[in-house]
């Protein structure tokens, strides 16, 4: 069960079961420990590659772990909980591979915005440079009517399956 813990809120998996049922044992995405990980996986990327953001999660292990964009995100989790989820792009400064974007974009975990914190703490372990939160936060709601999970934009707190209104407080692991 997801909760809070010392290290963060655990985020479940709460997207569609056939994805879950699909990850196989051992194809988790890359842990990535050090800024050297990080260099050699992105070297065997290919070229196109690193101009996008990689999915990425942060294990409840407090690592962080990369897949390719089009990666699921609970099969670079290997179907575990999280403790952060979304997208990240990297880039050079000083000759060095940098977090230039980040978001927490994960409709399979929909996390919540404190999990900012666990993928800084992820980041900071790897030696990674990092911008001092999410270059873009989304923010999930589950329709306490209908049970569908919204995306709220532009602090429109009403859920587009149904009109109804959304709650203020994250909800989504409800």
Do not use: K
Not at 119 to 125: E, G, I, M, T
């Amino acid at each position: 069960m997801a909760g809070v813990t010392a290290a963060g809120r655990r985020h479940r998996y709460v997207g569609p079961t056939e994805l879950l049922t699909a990850v196989r044992p051992g194809a988790e995405g890359r842990v990535v420990g050090s800024a050297g990980d990080l260099s050699a996986w992105l070297a065997g990327q290919g070229t196109a590659e690193p101009a996008e953001p990689f999915t990425f999660v942060v294990g409840p292990e407090g690592l962080l772990r990369l897949a390719p964009r089009r990666s699921e995100h609970v099969a670079c989790a290997g179907g575990a909980d999280v403790l952060g989820a979304g997208e990240m792009g990297f880039g050079r400064a000083a000759g060095l591979w940098v977090v230039r974007e980040v978001s927490n974009l994960s409709t399979g975990y929909c996390p919540h915005l404190d999990s900012w914190d666990a993928v800084a703490r992820a980041l900071d372990r790897a030696g990674i440079g990092r911008p001092a939160g999410f270059t873009h936060a989304v923010v999930f709601r589950r329709c306490v009517s209908c049970r569908e999970i919204n995306i709220v934009r532009e602090s429109d707190f009403v859920c587009v399956f149904c009109g109804s209104d959304l709650p203020a407080a994250w909800n989504v692991a409800a």
